[in-house]
């Protein structure tokens, strides 16, 4: 292993091991603290769900995910966040970096969340999201991590006892050795996390290659596009054309839809509108006893001959309100999610191979139920969405699984993913 990836939560690994596989990396993501060795692969990303915990917890679990790709060799660690730099003041980008640098001993690491492809930039340490500054973005309104300060310096230097930096554009600009001279001078100045600036992908490149022989980087997914080639360069590896080629798998395929995003309920109503085969999991008939996981099962898997079928609690932000107000906010998102989480275990019990799961918290569920601990990472659906490929507990057999957040995807995502996994239509 070369890289071992740490990141912060499931979507965004997905989208970090997206990018090193299109690199020609081989990928494996790892769902949670490895339980045993991890797989064989040039990179292994481990996907935490630490980005709003406590930070004491979220330190504990990088800590043992870093044991885990340190005992597998890997020669370089990523510890990856969200490209807006998602983090309350106490953390946790700043407390797990110091202890990962403190258990790597690194005396020196990066910060860029720049990511300019998806109009994340830095800018002399300041965050922009397209034109705006971090803190005039919707970032300030988050729920969880409002980020109301564009100075990434600050932000940082609030979260750790270390003395954090600027790695300025300008210096980039010159080149690796202009930006490897400026590394040895801010180390020097007593800087242990130097902010670095990026507003191109040649950008990105540079910053890489300059720093592939550090212990530790930290970043958002952005980096990692340059990491590949600063490695090739090195001897380390040779990108691998075909890194993002996975089995073609054979049997019916079906879709399953949790996600209310406005892309989502685009995503159902093109499905209907070509005609294809569609059931629908109503909340409060499951909850009146009307509705069943186990009939809407039995209904789905009697389809399947004919073709792929779309299972979906997918609903407008009205009825969803509604159905929040007669059963809860928790209650009413945990029982659509264990419907479709069982639903999705037993049409893979009756063949189903090829699987496409919309929403962040129903993949989840439905790789939990499934029982799946890692994905082999292969070509993209869309930016961010990669198919992948995991081998079920019990008889050893492949499935593939296509697991978009939310907000992914044009309005055709479900026939585009099963036509590129070979899904005839
Ligand atoms: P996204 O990625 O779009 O946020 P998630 O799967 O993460 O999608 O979240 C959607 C949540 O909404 C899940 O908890 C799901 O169970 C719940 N949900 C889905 N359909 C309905 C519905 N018709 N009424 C109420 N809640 C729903």
């Known amino acids: 292993m070369i890289l071992g990836v740490i990141a912060d939560d499931f979507t965004g690994a997905t989208d970090v091991a997206s990018m090193l596989v299109r690199a020609g990396m081989h990928t494996v993501q790892v769902l949670g603290v490895p339980g045993g060795e991890l797989p064989a692969a040039d990179a292994v990303v481990i996907a935490l769900k630490t980005r709003t915990i406590a930070p004491a917890d979220a330190v504990a679990q990088s800590l043992a995910a870093l044991a885990a790709l340190r005992a597998a060799g890997a020669r370089q660690i990523y510890f990856k966040y969200c490209s807006t730099f998602d983090s309350t003041p106490q953390g946790n980008i700043g407390p797990v970096t ?3 640098m403190a258990a790597l001993g690194a005396d020196f690491t990066i910060a860029c969340p720049a990511f300019p492809e998806n109009g994340r930039t830095v800018f002399r340490g300041h ?3 397209g034109d705006a500054l971090l803190s005039d973005s919707g970032m300030r309104h988050h729920p969880l991590t409002p980020m109301t300060d564009a100075n990434l310096v600050r932000v940082l230097q609030a979260q750790t006892a270390q003395t954090v930096g600027l790695l300025r554009h300008d210096v980039i600009d010159a080149g690796v050795p202009t930006a490897q001279d ?3 001078q ?4 007593g800087v242990k996390i130097a902010v670095a600036d990026a507003v191109s992908n040649a ?4 910053l890489a290659d300059a720093c592939a022989e550090l212990p530790l980087l930290t970043a958002g997914s952005g980096v990692a596009l340059g990491l590949p080639p600063a490695y090739a360069r090195r001897g380390w590896f040779a990108p691998n054309a075909n890194a993002a080629e996975l089995e073609r798998l054979q049997g019916p395929a079906a879709v399953v839809s949790g ?7 685009a995503q159902v109503a093109r499905w209907m509108a070509a005609g294809r085969a569609t059931l629908k999991i109503d909340p409060l008939a499951l909850h009146e006893g009307r509705q069943t996981a186990d009939a809407v099962l039995a209904q789905a898997t009697q389809t399947l001959a004919q073709g792929p079928v779309l299972i979906y609690a997918t609903a407008t932000p009205e009825s ?3 159905v929040q107000q007669a059963l809860g906010v928790q209650a009413s998102g945990d029982a659509v999610e264990h419907a479709l989480a069982h639903v999705a275990q037993g049409l893979v019990q009756a063949g189903v191979r090829r699987l496409v799961v919309a929403g962040g918290e129903t993949s989840g569920a439905v790789v939990q139920a499934l029982g799946v601990r890692q994905l082999r990472i292969g070509a993209a659906i869309c930016p961010g969405v990669p198919w992948t490929q995991s081998t079920l507990p ?4 492949a499935v593939q699984l296509a697991l978009k957040s939310g907000n992914f995807g044009g309005v055709d995502f479900f026939a585009q993913a099963l036509q590129q996994a070979g899904v005839a239509l």
């Open 182 to 184: 400026r590394i040895a």
């Open 98 to 100: 110091d202890a990962l």
């Open 394 to 397: 019990g008889k050893g057999e």
């Open 203 to 206: 950008h990105l490149l540079t």
């Open 186 to 189: 801010l180390r020097a100045e």
């Open 259 to 265: 996600s209310c995003s406005e892309a989502t309920n």
């Open 127 to 129: 965050l922009f999201v």
């Open 320 to 322: 969803v309100r509604a």
